[in-house]
C-alpha cells in the first residue's frame, strides 16, 4: 500500500504549487490520473506547500470537496498571500449555493471543473455513476449562478470517448453554459487508470482534426478555449490556445515537467512557446506527428498576452 504523502511530496518536487486533500472520490472515472495511488498529504504537508507562497496553488484530490476542511484551507492559502487559488473538482456539491459562496467568500478564484461528456449515457460510462448527470447539471447552473460565470472553467479531457463529439461539447456548453470563463481541452495522461486502460490514449492524428472544428467553432461563438497536451506545431490557425504558450510567458511550471521535447522539434520556430509533448504519450504513441513549425511565433505571443492581459488576468 502507498504511503499517505509519499506520491504527494514526489509530485510537489517537480510542482510545488498543488496540494492534495486525500484521495476519495464520487466519482469513478475511467481516465482519472489519481487511480490507485493515495496522493493525501499531511497537514504540515499542506501547510508547507501554502507557506512557500506559490503564485497559483491548485487544489486536488480525489475529490476536495468531500474534506470538510477545504474552506480553511482555501482561507489560510488566501491569508498568506496566495494569488490564485484553483480547486479541481468535479463539482458534485455544487448544488449548495451557500457552500458555493463559502468557498468563494474563502478566496478561490476559479473553479475547474471536470465535465467529461455532455451526453449522459457517455457521462455515467466515464464516471461510472448512475443518474448523476441531471444533478451535475444543476449544480454547474448553481455555481455559475452564484459564482460567476468568470470563476469557473470546464475540463474536457480527450480521449477515445470523447475525441468523436468535441465540436457538439462546443455547443452543448454554449448553449446551457455561455458565461464559462473557457472550456480547458485536456489530452488524457497515462497516469492512474489509464495505464492498464492504454486504449484510450488514440493518436494526436486522429484526435486533432476534431479539436480543431471544436475550436474553429468555439472561435465563432466568440468562447475561450485552452488546449493541453497537444503541442503548437499541431494546432495549426488555433497556436494561441495551446497552455503551454501561457504558462511559458507567465513563469507558471506547473505540471511543465510531464512533457518532453523530442528530436523532431529541433529548429521549431515555436520553441520558446511549447513544451512538446507528453512524456507518457511519447513512449505509446512516438513523435511520428511533429512537425518543427516555421511560423512566426509573434503574432501567436501577442495573442496569447492579449488574453493574459484581460479582465480575468492569467489563470
Same mark, same amino acid.
Given at each position: ?25 464520487n466519482?469513478?472515472c ?30 486536488? +484530490?480525489?475529490? =476536495?470537496?468531500?474534506? @470538510?476542511? $477545504? ?5 489560510? !492559502?488566501r491569508?498568506?498571500? &496566495? #494569488?490564485?487559488?484553483?480547486l479541481c ?7 449548495n ?15 475547474n ?9 457517455v457521462?455515467?460510462?466515464?464516471t461510472?455513476?448512475? +443518474?448523476?448527470? =441531471?444533478?451535475?447539471? @444543476?449544480? $454547474? ?5 452564484? !459564482?460567476?460565470?468568470?470563476? &469557473? #472553467? ?14 457538439d ?6 448553449r446551457?453554459?455561455?458565461e464559462v470563463?473557457?472550456?480547458?481541452f ?16 488514440p ?7 476534431r479539436?480543431?472544428?471544436a475550436l474553429?467553432l ?11 497536451g ?14 503551454d504558450?501561457?504558462?511559458l510567458?507567465?513563469?507558471?511550471l ?30 505509446i ?12 511565433p509573434?503574432?501567436?505571443e501577442?495573442?496569447?498576452r492579449?488574453?493574459?492581459a ?6
Amino acid at each position: 500500500m502507498p504511503v499517505p504523502g509519499e506520491a504527494a511530496k514526489n509530485a510537489a518536487r517537480g510542482a510545488p504549487g498543488i496540494v492534495f486533500l486525500g484521495s476519495a472520490c464520487n466519482y469513478d472515472c475511467l481516465f482519472c490520473s489519481g487511480g490507485p495511488d493515495d496522493k493525501t498529504q499531511t497537514a504540515a504537508e499542506i501547510r508547507a506547500v501554502i507557506a512557500a507562497r506559490p503564485d497559483t496553488l491548485s487544489i486536488e +484530490g480525489g475529490e =476536495p470537496t468531500l474534506d @470538510r476542511g $477545504l474552506p480553511e484551507w482555501v482561507r489560510l !492559502a488566501r491569508k498568506t498571500g &496566495v #494569488r490564485d487559488i484553483i480547486l479541481c473538482t468535479n463539482g458534485a456539491r455544487f448544488g449548495n449555493a451557500a457552500y458555493v459562496r463559502e468557498l468563494c467568500g474563502a478566496g478561490v478564484t476559479l473553479f475547474n471543473v471536470n465535465f467529461p461528456s455532455h451526453i449522459e449515457k457517455v457521462f455515467g460510462a466515464i464516471t461510472r455513476t448512475s +443518474g448523476v448527470f =441531471p444533478r451535475c447539471l @444543476r449544480a $454547474l447552473r448553481v455555481l455559475i449562478d452564484t !459564482a460567476g460565470g468568470p470563476r &469557473v #472553467r470546464l475540463n474536457c479531457v480527450v480521449h477515445l470517448l470523447s475525441a468523436p463529439v468535441l465540436e457538439d461539447y462546443v455547443r452543448f456548453v454554449r448553449r446551457n453554459f455561455p458565461e464559462v470563463f473557457y472550456i480547458e481541452f485536456n489530452l488524457v495522461k497515462v497516469l492512474g487508470h489509464v495505464k492498464r486502460r492504454r486504449y484510450l490514449v488514440p493518436r494526436l492524428g486522429y484526435i486533432l482534426p476534431r479539436l480543431s472544428a471544436a475550436l474553429a467553432l468555439a472561435d465563432r461563438f466568440k468562447m475561450q478555449c485552452i488546449c493541453d497536451g497537444f503541442p503548437l506545431c499541431l494546432l495549426p490557425g488555433h497556436e494561441h490556445c495551446a497552455i503551454d504558450a501561457r504558462k511559458l510567458l507567465t513563469g507558471d511550471l506547473l505540471y511543465m515537467k510531464e512533457k518532453i521535447k523530442s528530436p523532431r522539434c529541433a529548429g521549431c520556430t515555436l520553441g520558446a512557446l511549447c513544451a512538446g509533448l507528453r512524456a507518457d504519450y511519447l513512449r505509446i504513441h512516438g513523435d511520428g506527428e511533429i512537425r518543427a513549425s516555421s511560423l512566426d511565433p509573434a503574432p501567436i505571443e501577442a495573442r496569447v498576452r492579449k488574453f493574459l492581459a484581460g479582465p480575468q488576468g492569467p489563470r
